[in-house]
């Protein structure tokens, strides 16, 4: 996810930020509330739904999910969870995650892997066409590959996800005319070379940076592709607007199509789990203030939940060259004043685990032996009086996700640990969805709350993605040479023991520093009407509405 990234900030889809109207950044000190204002940000595609009672109402075919605002529906440009949702529905590339988060066939039929590890050759499906039914060929790949790349677009994520290709670097600073690595070798045949063997590269490629675009839809729209995209998923974007957005079937599709007609996600109306028990949604996500009476036995919503840990963690990031994190002792002592058990078990009431590290129990190379920086008060007092900002600290300002003016239960507990703990009173600011991640990837923030969310099972897109000194969504500024050359050892390692055993020193040296503070790894609790079938509860985010039906 992360994110993109698949990135989050709550991984529950239906509390994410909604993009548009009026942006307010919040910020709080002490009891006090400061509000600054920020330009309103356009929405993508204004189409407003007359009759909001009767699209509220279920139909044979229409399913109805809560959702959030994308901050974008580009490919290449998406790094967070909201975003990552619709598109995965809309767009495809050559591979695909399936619910077991296996790497699957998509647009790519099959492959073949040079004996040295280096060159992917793949065959398009020659039934494959955009929803307009014009076919998609190797060189719409070449194109959206090396637009996802270009200087000119800009991308927040595409080097993360794609550098590993043969002339990527040298494309995205502009040094080349086009990607060394992409060829198309004939219609339906495109070939990738990549730099190294790498056990993970296929994985990255289910990544959204790698789907296919449209080049005639895009190069004659300009920004208003995006209106009503000409994808190749199993879904259609319809309309989109503050209060709904609505996908219908691509009649096109090139695969299994889905058995919906429909999809609304609904944006607004009032709190998602009263408005599923009022049967105006048929899947929501819960929150951690319903989970008691959900997993309640006696509940009539008891039988209707279900459960499913994430690869994901929660997380305090802190700039290491913005005072007073620049100093190692002040991001220990934070990260030893605050008590993760608690937040797991009672702020969050057991819907996520309390974090050692930076991995989810859920990766393969989960290190259960890792100590990390646990709680600690009187350890975290004595780390703040070693620092050089001792005794006086500068002011810490930290940033949120939101548009409220309301703080959460678990800031609000974090704040509290901080200042009883450490004595110091935290200002926090709350931004709007889409400016957070913008400021998130200028650096523009000395500590900020964020999540992360695993875009395909692999090592690599935690530590190697967010924490290589290179890397684009290291948002720390972090920066450690024996980290970068462990993690650059892993990248090319074969041997899976030799590759955890790389990780796992990696990701101690890296928990140790204190860039992140990892705080929880979440669970996924969903309420699933009875009559709706073919739901899975996944880990990450793959393209799963295709495989929804209702029970007649």
């Known amino acids: 996810m992360s994110k993109k990234t698949w990135l989050i900030l709550i991984l529950i889809l239906s509390s994410l930020c909604v993009v548009g109207g009026s942006c307010v950044a919040f910020a709080y000190v002490g009891s006090r509330v400061i509000s600054r204002g920020r330009e309103q940000l356009a929405a993508q595609n204004e189409r407003s739904i007359a009759d909001s009672d009767r699209a509220s109402k279920r139909s044979e075919d229409t399913l109805r999910l809560s959702g959030g605002l994308p901050p974008t529906l580009d490919p290449a440009m998406v790094q967070d969870s909201t975003s990552a949702e619709y598109v995965v529905q809309l767009f495809s590339g050559l591979v695909a995650l399936n619910g077991q988060l296996e790497v699957v066939p998509d647009l790519a039929s099959t492959w073949e ?22 076919a998609i060929t190797a060189e719409d790949f070449v194109y959206a590959l090396e637009r996802a790349c270009s200087p000119a677009l800009r991308s927040p994520v595409a080097a993360s996800y794609l550098d590993d290709i043969v002339g990527v670097p040298e494309y995205a600073k502009g040094q080349a005319q086009h990607i060394a690595g992409i060829k198309a070798l004939d219609e339906r045949t495109l070939q990738v070379t990549i730099d190294a063997p790498k056990a993970y590269f296929l994985a990255k490629l289910t990544y959204p940076t790698a789907f296919v675009v449209d080049k005639t839809q895009v190069e004659s729209q300009g920004d208003n592709w995006l209106r009503r995209p000409n994808g190749s998923g199993p879904f259609v974007l319809e309309s989109l607007s503050r209060e709904r ?46 989970i008691e009476r959900v997993s309640d036995p006696g509940n009539p919503l008891y039988a209707e939940h279900r459960v499913e840990p994430q690869l ?127 400021d998130m990837n200028e650096r523009r923030y000395q500590i900020y709350s964020a999540g992360w969310i695993g875009d395909y099972p692999d090592s690599q897109n935690f530590l190697d993605v967010l924490f290589h000194s290179q890397s684009s969504q290291n948002h720390m500024g972090y920066h450690n040479r024996e980290a970068d050359q462990l993690l650059e050892q892993a990248r090319v390692e074969q041997d899976p023991a030799k590759r955890t055993t790389l990780y796992r020193q990696a990701e101690r040296i890296i928990v140790n520093e204190a860039p992140w503070i990892p705080l929880t790894h979440g669970i996924q609790y969903t309420l699933v009407k009875p009559y709706v079938k073919g739901f899975r509860a996944s880990a990450a985010i793959y393209p799963w509405l295709r495989d929804i039906y209702f029970e007649k």
């Open 245 to 290: 957005i609505v996908l219908v079937r691509n009649e096109h599709y090139y695969g299994k199509r889905p058995i919906l007609a429909r999809v609304e996600y609904i944006l607004s109306g009032g709190l998602p789990i009263t408005m599923y028990e009022n049967d105006q949604l048929d899947i929501v996500e819960v929150s951690p203030a319903e």
């Open 113 to 134: 892997l040079s004996q040295d590890g280096l060159s992917y050759t793949f065959h398009l499906l020659p039934e494959a066409t955009f929803q307009d039914g014009k």
């Open 312 to 438: 994901s963690v929660q997380y305090l990031g802190l700039n290491v060259d913005a005072p007073p994190f620049d100093d190692p002792a002040v991001r220990q002592a934070f990260a030893q004043a605050i008590d993760k058990n608690k937040l797991a078990d009672l702020v969050l009431k057991n819907t996520a685990l309390p974090a050692v590290g930076i991995l989810p129990p859920g990766m393969p190379d989960y290190d259960q032996n890792l100590v990390g920086l646990p709680y600690d008060p009187v350890r975290a007092r004595q780390l703040l009086a070693s620092s050089k900002y001792a005794p006086t600290m500068p002011q810490v300002v930290l940033a949120v996700s939101g548009t409220s003016g309301h703080m959460d239960s678990v800031t609000r507990a974090i704040l509290s640990m901080i200042e009883s703990n450490l004595g110091i009173t935290v200002t926090v600011e709350q931004v709007e969805w889409s400016y957070f991640l913008r």
